[in-house]
């Protein structure tokens, strides 16, 4: 739905009718209290482990109540949806359960094991295309479809039933927990699963205070929420796919910009040390997107101390291709990974001296690129050094500048970075 209608919020009473229809496909996932990330700040810290889901993502719930809610002549017709990667899964599940077909536009970037799983689910009722380097550029190409060949588009986040679909969260967290819940952080990219708890939380705990988060590259709910209007972004950082999009829904900015209690925005490299943690600590694979609201606890440490806080993980779709990418964009993050343009004399040993006198004893070489050009005195090579400790920067720059090493600094030089991460 594409509408600058204002006057839609979502009802209670349709969102207890989407738990209804969906029980029969949507497990009801574990609200599990996290010893760790209490301890560490101070609260009581619960995981809504929407990671554990069918199709390992909420995404299931809207797709499927949406889906549901079509007449015989309307599924005849087929379905198209465009998705990052979990709303595909949950329309194919939705399209091999209810025998319906479905043509799903993915972004040429997705990552193969999101593409796979969405032809797993769907079977011989889906068709999956590859479209455009974002998600906005695969929904054009969705839209155009449905135009051309009169299909049912199902929107993965600005459509009522959609949202009434995703509210169903709140509804469970609500029945699981015990205590009265303070605060509840949420992943946003186009605003499905903010707009559908700020219809369940707003009204049956109203104390409860909804925090959105967006990833620092694509924070197009901030941007619209700042601007007063939803507002495109023409660059976004695509890394966190589930909640990177140009432009937030209609439907879903106008009920966040009234109902969302804040917006936050996380560094990527800091939402990938947090996909470290996730896994190597807890034992939880997460996605990007799914480790969004766990990483925003360290912005809100000072409010939430001795508070009851839940962190909806809203994904597990981590392609295992990505783990040097998430461990490069930490160490960047934590500033313990440099690049330099190291210019070598050309001659017998500099390489030695370099890794004796210049490195420190905790420094490692993870990158080298270096072509000797016998007509000059010096060769120019990019080095990748990663440190023990982020201290031991400056002592390693003086050392290079020193030894007449030095050539140029990296990192902070982001049109030639680009080309090496």
Request: aromatic share 8%; hydrophobic share 40%; with cysteine.
């Amino acid at each position: 739905m594409n509408t600058t209608e204002t006057t839609y919020f979502p009802d209670v009473k349709d969102i207890k009718a989407a738990a209804i229809t969906i029980e029969e496909v949507v497990m009801v996932t574990p609200l599990m209290n996290s010893v760790r990330y209490s301890k560490a700040y101070g609260c009581n810290v619960f995981l809504k482990r929407e990671d554990l889901q069918r199709v390992r993502s909420y995404k299931i719930r809207g797709a499927f109540n949406k889906i549901s809610s079509l007449t015989e002549k309307e599924r005849e017709r087929g379905v198209v949806c465009a998705s990052a990667g979990n709303h595909a899964q949950g329309v194919a599940f939705a399209c091999q359960h209810l025998k319906i077909q479905g043509t799903i536009y993915m972004p040429s970037v997705t990552p193969k094991q999101k593409v796979e799983q969405t032809e797993m689910f769907g079977g011989e009722f889906v068709n999956v295309v590859l479209a455009g380097d974002t998600f906005d550029d695969a929904s054009k190409a969705a839209v155009k479809l449905c135009k051309q060949k009169n299909k049912v588009f199902v929107h993965p986040f600005d459509d009522p039933k959609t949202i009434e679909g995703q509210g169903t969260i709140g509804l469970e967290i609500l029945q699981q927990s015990d205590q009265s819940i303070d605060y509840v952080f949420v992943a946003v990219g186009g605003g499905g699963l903010a707009s559908g708890l700020c219809g369940a939380l707003k009204v049956l705990s109203p104390k409860t205070k909804i925090i959105g988060v967006e990833p620092l590259g694509a924070p197009s709910m901030s941007i619209s929420t700042k601007e007063g209007r939803n507002t495109e972004i023409t660059n976004i950082d695509k890394f966190v796919d589930g909640a990177a999009v140009q432009r937030v829904g209609d439907l879903n900015f106008e009920i966040c910009k009234n109902h969302l209690d804040d917006m936050l925005t996380v560094p990527e490299g800091w939402i990938c040390q947090t996909i470290l943690d996730l896994y190597n600590r807890d034992a939880i694979v997460v996605e990007p997107a799914g480790a969004l609201t766990l990483a925003a606890l360290e912005e809100y440490k000072d409010k939430i101390e001795g508070k009851n806080i839940v962190c909806i993980v809203s994904g597990s779709n981590n392609d295992i291709t990505r783990t040097a990418e998430i461990k490069e964009r930490a160490l960047l993050y934590a500033n313990l990974k440099h690049y330099f343009i190291v210019r070598f004399p050309q001659r017998a040993g500099a390489l030695k001296q370099f890794v004796v006198e210049v490195l420190g004893p905790d420094d490692d070489i993870t990158h080298f690129e270096y072509s000797k050009k016998s007509s000059r005195e010096n060769g120019p090579a990019v080095v990748g050094i990663e440190l023990k400790y982020k201290e031991d920067l400056e002592p390693l720059i003086q050392r290079m500048k020193c030894y007449n090493f030095f050539g140029d600094y990296l990192n902070n030089k982001p049109d030639l970075f680009q080309y090496l991460i």
